[in-house]
């Protein structure tokens, strides 16, 4: 098995800035292409940020130059830092990885189960 899990959210003022992190653990050999998600009440899904495994790295407008993606392979980790914040940035955050098991050399797509920020006076 295998899970990513999403921490480092929480309550920021307009401004502020969080760091984001989510780690794959279990039968983990590789982790492939990663990205972050956000998702606001009422809305769709959106992508944030987007980390090659070679460390391309692509970004939704909006967070252009305020956001950055990186990674740790060793660690099988994954990190956004969010500077700047304003209360549009508000949703829960959810990574995403594409992850080759160890037992059979397949790849599947993951989800973590998200981490809510919340950006208010």
């Known amino acids: 098995q295998v899970q990513l899990v999403e921490s480092g959210g929480g309550l920021v003022q307009p401004g502020g800035s969080l760091r984001l992190s989510c780690e794959a653990s279990g039968s983990v050999l590789r982790l492939n292409d990663m990205a972050w998600y956000r998702q606001a009440p009422g809305n769709q899904r959106e992508r944030v940020a987007f980390?090659?495994?070679?460390?391309?790295?692509l970004y939704e407008d909006s967070v252009k130059g305020r956001f950055t993606i990186s990674r740790d392979n060793d660690k099988n980790t994954m990190y956004l830092q969010m500077n700047n914040l304003k209360p549009e940035d508000t949703a829960k955050y959810y990574c995403?990885?594409?992850?080759?098991?160890?037992?059979?050399?397949?790849?599947?797509?993951?989800w973590g189960r998200g981490t809510q920020v919340t950006v208010s006076s």
């Open positions: 995403f990885a594409f992850i080759v098991w160890s037992h059979n050399m397949r790849e599947y797509d993951y």
């Open positions: 980390i090659s495994r070679d460390g391309t790295t």
